[in-house]
């Protein structure tokens, strides 16, 4: 019965493993002049995002130029895998932070600290902006200590383990005592409730709320709310030894992000209305 039990637990255990992402080191790829790797993603309105059966988004577009200029400038060739369903972001960020070799996760990853300590993450490529949203038919909050007053009879919506959950804590920790929130699986989730929902509240990132206005949704953004604060990244597994070949990428010639390449690319799958709020920031 015992080498049952412990045949059990170590399937598991395999089988848990088995879940995780692989891909080439980079010191395998320079040694054999060829290898893969493999992206996880999370699919992001104009960050990651199926064009019929293909993925685009400005995070792909980025990736795909990174992997052009190794593959040049190292005389190597990379292939590159697409890997998970895109559904959502802890089960991507997780399985980054659990997996090996050269993994990478695209989406809407904000960089912080706490983060640092648990993965390895690129060189920004974006400055994130957040907005507090609710139906059009909620009056506008002009400050934040007027929440219990405009908001006092919505709900919060958040998805779990993500900053705008943090956001919506401190909202409530500061401002608002008796703030009823729920928490929701994905930030694509958040988005859906408060598109359905009059009585309904959430931060959305920058690339949700572009699809809001886009698909024109009923959504009011209240512009005392806006959080500009923090960066998007690429993130690997770590003990990833892929940060280097990031950071020669995006320093030269000049920066990627100042290159023309990168302003078309969010030109392309941000549009007019997307370059003019970052120009908030």
């Not at 255990?13 to 992206?39: E, H, L, R, V």
């Not at 309904?200 to 953004?221: G, I, N, T």
Request: net charge positive; aromatic share 14%.
């Amino acid at each position: 019965m015992k080498k049952i039990f412990l045949f059990i637990i170590l399937c598991s255990s395999f089988s848990s493993f088995a879940q995780n992402y692989s891909g080439d080191t980079w010191a395998q790829i320079k040694s054999n002049k060829q290898g893969a790797i493999s992206i996880a993603y999370v699919e992001t309105f104009g960050f990651v995002y199926k064009d019929g059966d293909k993925l685009t988004g400005v995070c792909v577009d980025i990736m795909n130029d990174f992997v052009n200029y190794i593959n040049e400038k190292k005389g190597v060739k990379i292939t590159t895998n697409f890997v998970g369903d895109g559904t959502s972001f802890k089960g991507m960020y997780d399985k980054v932070r659990a997996s090996s070799g050269g993994v990478f996760g695209l989406g809407n990853i904000t960089i912080t600290d706490e983060r640092k300590r648990e993965v390895k993450f690129s060189p920004p490529f974006i400055t994130n902006l957040a907005f507090l949203v609710t139906q059009n038919g909620v009056g506008t909050l002009t400050k934040l200590e007027d929440l219990p007053k405009t908001f006092g009879k919505l709900t919060a919506f958040t998805a779990k383990g993500t900053l705008n959950e943090k956001r919506i804590v401190e909202l409530k920790q500061k401002y608002f005592p008796d703030m009823k929130i729920v928490i929701t699986a994905s930030s694509k989730e958040t988005y859906e409730k408060i598109s359905n929902d009059p009585n309904a509240f959430a931060y959305l990132d920058l690339a949700f709320y572009l699809e809001a206005v886009q698909s024109k949704k009923p959504l009011k953004r209240h512009a005392i709310g806006d959080k500009a604060s923090e960066q998007f990244g690429f993130v690997m597994p770590p003990n990833s030894d892929w940060y280097p070949l990031l950071d020669e990428f995006f320093k030269a010639d000049g920066g990627y992000t100042n290159s023309p390449q990168y302003k078309n690319i969010l030109k392309k799958h941000l549009g007019e209305i997307g370059i003019k709020l970052l120009q908030f920031k």
